[in-house]
């Protein structure tokens, strides 16, 4: 039973900061890439930052490139996404995954190749 939950969301002004956490539990994933996705309403699903599984390499969407850091802490089988200099269009339900291959950094940007999902959070930014 593998469960991932995201927490840290919220409403915030443009220029805010958020930092998001998601917990997993039910097996360790510390062979495993973890990624960030977002969900705007009406939109599609999108990938925002990714870290590799063996190192501290990581990927980020051109849209939070300097603004947004993923980090990880396999002891603690939890994935961070510190947001900064929020802006409005990052108004979305945040989610967690983990890919769904081992010993892989690869298609960290597709959501199809991620098995395990969180409920999501809610980060508003207001104007």
């Known amino acids: 039973q593998v469960q991932l939950v995201e927490s840290g969301g919220g409403l915030v002004q443009a220029g805010g900061s958020l930092r998001l956490s998601c917990a997993a539990s039910?097996?360790?994933?510390?062979?495993?890439?973890m990624g960030w996705f977002r969900q705007a309403p009406g939109k599609e699903r999108e990938f925002v930052a990714s870290?590799?599984?063996?190192?501290?390499?990581?990927a980020c969407a051109d849209s939070v490139r300097g603004r947004f850091t993923i980090s990880r802490d396999n002891a603690k089988n939890t994935v961070y996404l510190q947001m900064n200099s929020l802006k409005p269009e990052d108004t979305a339900v945040y989610y967690c995954?983990?890919?769904?291959?081992?010993?892989?950094?690869?298609?960290?940007?597709?959501?199809?190749?991620?098995?395990?999902w969180g409920q999501g959070t809610q980060v508003t930014v207001s104007s």
């Open positions: 995954a983990i890919h769904g291959t081992s010993f892989t950094n690869r298609n960290l940007m597709d959501p199809l190749k991620y098995d395990y």
């Open positions: 039910g097996r360790a994933f510390t062979n495993y890439a």
């Open positions: 870290k590799n599984w063996n190192g501290g390499s990581t």
